[in-house]
């Protein structure tokens, strides 16, 4: 190689490298095609304590012992090491040279022929040190260095940038660790609106589930926060630590769902250009939410009946099996025995992630939260919108509190944040806000019409009436499910929906309470 390529490839190596470490080995393979060089050894230097600390190494064969990585020069030998790197000449030193520079420059047990350079910044001020040890006899070692100073500088002031980068990253890991570990030990139920009036039974049977490993299945309808309780079910378990997804199964086109949650190999299919991780080994170590679980495809369900059984999963278009350690969370809005029942959803499945369900009741079933919730969200919107918080009025809160609120807490935060936008940051807008407002019917409205009952009272008490005559049996030729001629997991959903407990029924019997 002639020495006019060699800088140029020497740049090429470091511009292609940001670690110093790993590109200096090829410089001194560059290096050797040119002058027969057995070491090299590249040296940061501190101004302020006059410490030099060795960056890089770069070698044929190794010393017998290890170079010591610092070296501290005295004030008297602060002062020459400095004229020497004001003049910027590279300096020479034949072996057993008791040169007091040598011994300040190089590490201590470097013997034999050594020639070093010093390496300055674009403003002149001295950054590190070059050290080059030929591999036999002697050579122009100045001459073959002097064009490597400015990319050496460069690489060496890199190398600092990129270790400054690192401390920086792992600061802000640690950051991020210790503010995960306050919420950790936060609890969580302080941030759900709530938590202690109309979602009590919910966050109790969150407690009993959190520490176990067991997939949890949230019911509810659409808006009612199922994701909160799904992170207050994270927050709570052995996965805190680890990352929590959120998976929205309807929102993924069907032809996709496959490779959404378990990845995908480069080339298994039209546009796959490059190998990618699906959602479960994304949160491998964590916990995955399946939100409207009831929207996934057959091929789908039949993969994630895998993953349940075993953890394990192979990407589509790949054959290798992989494995994951994930705490699965499901919620659904459906009706799963409809589902089941229509074919839509596999029933062994459905075993499989309702192994805890928790039922989330509608926003009309806790009305006694209206006022806290709208507080809540009214303080919110107002701090956003318009820089401090809103207060619902008394008024306010009686029209939220007669609203039937189809959408949920999801609809009741949409509607006070129309209400703050409308009262123009001086007043909750509510019945703006609502539109063609409907209160829901009261008690009276409904006696209204005589001799007729709602289609809710009357399906009550058509279905108390059979688990009366069946002594609280769902199930069999006698339980209440034939009496009414309907399914038996139809039957059991709708108690569920109406509140109604068959358990209760059983105590009207003698005899021992068949399973339901």
Known sequence: MREDHLLEDVWREFCCEMDVAR?????????????????????????TTCVLDTIAVAERAPLAAALPSRSTCSAQGAARLHEWFRRGAPASWDPGDGDPLRSMVAPEGLGGPLTAAPLTDRAGRPVGVVCLQPAFGPFAAGRVLEPLLAPLSVALANSERLDELNRLREAAEADKRAALSRLQRQDISDSIVGAQTGLRDVMERVEQVAPTDAPV????????????????????????????????????????????????????????????????????????????????????????????????FERVGGEQVRTVNVRLVTATHRDMYEQIEGGHFREDLWYRIGVFPIVLP?????????????????????????????????????????????????????????????????????KEALGVYAPRRSTDDRAAAPGLLDLETAMRHQIEEALRQARGRVEGPRGAAALLGINPHTLRSRMRKLGIDWGAFRSLTPRAPPRA
């Open 23 to 47: 590109s200096l080995p090829r410089v001194l393979d560059l290096l050797s095609r040119v002058a027969p060089a057995e070491r090299l050894v590249l040296r940061s230097f501190d101004r």
């Open 217 to 312: 299945l949230i019911l509810g309808e659409t808006g009612s926060g199922k994701e909160v309780v799904a992170r207050a079910i994270h927050v709570r378990s052995r996965q805190a630590r680890g990352p929590f997804l959120r998976v929205n199964c309807g929102a993924i086109p069907t032809g996709l769902v496959d490779s959404e949650l378990f990845g995908h190999e480069r080339g298994s299919f039209t546009g796959a250009i490059a190998t990618r991780k699906g959602w479960f080994e994304r949160a491998d170590g964590g916990t995955l939410f399946l939100d409207e679980v009831g929207e996934l495809p057959a091929a789908a369900q039949v993969r994630l009946l895998r993953v349940l059984q075993d953890g394990s």
């Open 362 to 430: 509608p926003l009309r079933a806790r009305v006694g939260d209206i006022p806290a919730l709208a507080a809540h969200f009214a303080s919110n919107a107002g701090i956003r919108l318009h820089g401090f918080p809103l207060v619902p009025s008394a008024e306010d809160l009686s029209v939220l509190q007669d609203y039937d609120w189809p959408g949920n807490v999801r609809e009741l935060a949409s509607v006070v944040e129309r209400a703050t936008i409308l009262g123009g940051g001086k007043r909750l807008a509510v």
